[in-house]
């Protein structure tokens, strides 16, 4: 079901829709073709309180809203195509490392994930683990931004905001689903 987002939510003109996925409920809350919050939860409150301060205050058109496509690539996700949300767009606004280390998530191949201490070093600073962890912990726009994709130096999964089974679930599936290299 979609419904805009009304004030005093402050997100004029974004939408949001829950699907069913074999992993449960999922959530996007997208504006003008990007996804500013998703996750694995029916509901909106959920998400909202991770898109950062700076996005809340923002007027969005309602006439550009594009939430089928983007519900259409969790579909396609879930039907195999796991690269499929390399192509949506997302909106999160944070520090410099932050920002770029969300790219950076963007950049791991479905099927092969990596350590933390990999992604630190993917992302410009191989002493910043920390810094790194706190990205995953941050992002917003799971699924689409794969924090999933990052485990521990160890092989144990590490931790994940919609739930280790969801995480396991999800590397699962790309494992088997993932384009040969």
Not at 66 to 82: E, H, K, M, N, Q
Request: net charge positive; glycine share 8%.
């Amino acid at each position: 079901m979609s419904a805009t987002l009304a004030p005093p939510a402050a997100l004029r003109g974004a939408t949001t829709e829950t699907v069913d996925t074999p992993d449960g409920p999922f959530t996007v809350i997208e504006a003008e073709g990007a996804v500013l919050s998703s996750g694995w939860t029916s509901l909106r409150e959920d998400l909202v309180g991770q898109i950062h301060p700076s996005l809340l205050a923002a007027r969005f058109d309602p006439a550009a809203s594009a939430l089928r496509p983007i519900l259409d690539t969790v579909a396609r996700y879930y039907d195999g195509d796991v690269d499929a949300i390399t192509a949506v767009r997302v909106r999160q606004a944070s520090g410099p490392f932050r920002t770029h280390a969300w790219d950076v998530l963007r950049t791991i191949a479905p099927g092969a994930p990596v350590t933390y201490l990999e992604y630190a070093a993917r992302a410009g600073n191989p002493t910043a683990v920390r810094a790194a962890a706190g990205a995953c912990a941050k992002n917003a726009a799971a699924l689409f931004v794969p924090c999933h994709r990052v485990i521990r130096t160890d092989g144990s999964l590490g931790g994940f905001r919609w739930g280790l089974p969801v995480k396991q679930r999800l590397l699962d599936r790309e494992a088997r689903s993932a384009p040969a290299t």
